[in-house]
């Protein structure tokens, strides 16, 4: 009976440990947060925005953290909501941009998608 406890124990930590491995959390770099993320399929950066961005912006489609590089493949919800953009230039590997992330950007004139 302990065994079989320990075994389903072993198990469903086994089950766990991945989360808590590949999980990066959140990064600044150049200004702009970024959640990371890793798994067995590759490295991926969500971009969670900043509040302070002035001037254009070029979301990059490569971010580099900790000698690892990670695809920028979605924009959250409400990231740049209410910031002082007056462009944005999104790369081809975002494939997700979430709602209102763009919400109250009064000096956005131009959206660029390459």
Not at 18 to 44: C, H, K, M, R
């Amino acid at each position: 009976m302990k065994q079989k406890l320990r075994l389903y124990l072993c198990a469903l930590i086994a089950l766990l440990i991945p989360s808590w491995l590949f999980a990066q959390g959140e990064v600044e770099i150049d200004g702009v947060g970024y959640s990371l993320s890793s798994s067995d399929t590759g490295n991926t950066a969500t971009v969670t925005g900043s509040k302070n961005c002035m001037g254009d912006l070029e979301i990059p489609s490569i971010v580099e953290y900790d000698s690892k590089e990670y695809s920028v493949v979605a924009i959250e919800v409400g990231a740049f909501k209410g910031s002082n953009i007056p462009s944005v230039t999104i790369p081809n590997s975002v494939i997700t941009i979430g709602k209102y992330a763009f919400d109250g950007c009064g000096s956005l004139e131009y959206v660029i998608i390459p």
